[in-house]
Structures are given as structure tokens and as C-alpha cells.
């Protein structure tokens, strides 16, 4: 058996497969590469893109012999009546408890603007020979989950007696 190019010291370039999925879905523009590093048989790669209007941040990692996939965006509820850090925190764990694969991190509380904001991720972590052979990442399943959070969590709040302007999903709206 032959050896592998890479036991060869043959260096080869990734494909940036993320980037490529992207650039695919209808509904993603604006698709912005921040930082590139593709050498030593790894590609990593951090941007951005839109998607249904709201602004997304994306990590893509290539190596041997793992893949990772992370995205995510920061989303403000607003116009609070109060807010009560302990109801913001309950509804935290609560969302993180029942969304598995997703997550939600308190990222600012403004008590003068009555304002919540949240980060809502979601990551893939594959394996680099499965990713290889059928050349996708399959990210658009986790980005359309992603994008329900910030009614999901909405919800929650509005539960937990968390009063703000909250979130209708058009699905809902029937």
C-alpha cells in the first residue's frame, strides 16, 4: 500500500467547502471571507454573510481529521418594561436545555435602552474523510434551525413574564 500524499510531505490545499454551500443557498448575501489561512493541510477560515436580513459570523476549520462548522449571530430584544437579569438567565438554561445542537449566550444586558442582546450559535463538528468524499459540509440544515432562535427564545421570555417588544413567526402568524 502506497503512501498518502500527505505521509508523502506533499502539502495539498483544502477546498473551502463552507464557502462553497454559502454561495449555494438562495437566500445568503453579502458572503465576506474576514481571515484565510489554507497551508500546512489546513484550512481555516472565519466571515460573514446575511440571511434573511439578519448578520451572520461563520468559523470553518479543514483539518486531519476533523471538520468544524460554527455559526452564529448576535440578535437585541427590545423595549423591556424591566428587566430582571435572574428571568434572562432562567431563560437561558431553559432554551439551552431544550435545544440541543443550539445555543444561546447572553452577550449584552443595556438596563438605560431596556435591552437584551443574545448570541445564538450552532456548530457541526465532522469527520475531514467523510467531508472529502461526498464534498459537503451540509450546513443549511443548522442555519435554517439557527434562524428560528430568536423567536424560540422570544417565547420563552414572554413565558417566564419577560415583557419586551417580542417576536412573531410568520409560520404563526396563519
Same mark, same amino acid.
Given at each position: 500500500?502506497?503512501?498518502?500524499?500527505?505521509?508523502?510531505?506533499?502539502?495539498?490545499?483544502?477546498?473551502?467547502?463552507?464557502?462553497?454551500?454559502?454561495?449555494?443557498?438562495?437566500?445568503?448575501?453579502?458572503?465576506?471571507?474576514?481571515?484565510?489561512?489554507?497551508?500546512?493541510?489546513?484550512?481555516?477560515?472565519?466571515?460573514?454573510?446575511?440571511?434573511?436580513?439578519?448578520?451572520?459570523?461563520?468559523?470553518?476549520?479543514?483539518?486531519?481529521?476533523?471538520?468544524?462548522?460554527?455559526?452564529?449571530?448576535?440578535?437585541?430584544? #427590545? =423595549?423591556?418594561? $424591566?428587566? @430582571?437579569?435572574?428571568?434572562?438567565?432562567?431563560? %437561558?438554561?431553559?432554551?439551552?436545555? !431544550?435545544?440541543?445542537?443550539?445555543?444561546?449566550?447572553?452577550?449584552?444586558?443595556?438596563?438605560?435602552?431596556?435591552?437584551?442582546?443574545?448570541?445564538?450559535?450552532?456548530?457541526?463538528?465532522?469527520?475531514?474523510?467523510?467531508? #472529502? =468524499?461526498?464534498? $459537503?459540509? @451540509?450546513?443549511?440544515?443548522?442555519?435554517?434551525? %439557527?434562524?428560528?432562535?430568536?423567536? !424560540?427564545?422570544?417565547?420563552?421570555?414572554?413565558?417566564?413574564?419577560?415583557?419586551?417588544?417580542?417576536?412573531?413567526?410568520?409560520?404563526?402568524?396563519?
Amino acid at each position: 500500500m502506497g503512501l498518502s500524499i500527505v505521509e508523502q510531505g506533499v502539502l495539498v490545499k483544502k477546498v473551502n467547502i463552507a464557502v462553497k454551500e454559502l454561495n449555494e443557498m438562495d437566500e445568503v448575501e453579502n458572503i465576506s471571507i474576514d481571515k484565510e489561512d489554507n497551508n500546512n493541510n489546513r484550512l481555516m477560515c472565519s466571515g460573514e454573510f446575511d440571511f434573511f436580513g439578519i448578520h451572520y459570523y461563520f468559523f470553518y476549520v479543514h483539518s486531519d481529521p476533523l471538520v468544524i462548522f460554527q455559526s452564529s449571530f448576535v440578535f437585541t430584544f #427590545e =423595549k423591556f418594561i $424591566t428587566i @430582571d437579569e435572574l428571568t434572562i438567565y432562567r431563560a %437561558l438554561n431553559y432554551f439551552n436545555d !431544550k435545544n440541543l445542537g443550539l445555543k444561546a449566550t447572553l452577550y449584552e444586558i443595556n438596563h438605560d435602552k431596556k435591552e437584551v442582546s443574545v448570541e445564538f450559535s450552532s456548530g457541526l463538528l465532522l469527520e475531514s474523510e467523510r467531508v #472529502e =468524499k461526498n464534498q $459537503t459540509v @451540509d450546513i443549511q440544515p443548522g442555519i435554517l434551525l %439557527l434562524s428560528k432562535c430568536s423567536v !424560540k427564545f422570544s417565547k420563552i421570555l414572554i413565558e417566564n413574564g419577560a415583557k419586551h417588544d417580542y417576536l412573531v413567526d410568520s409560520d404563526d402568524e396563519e
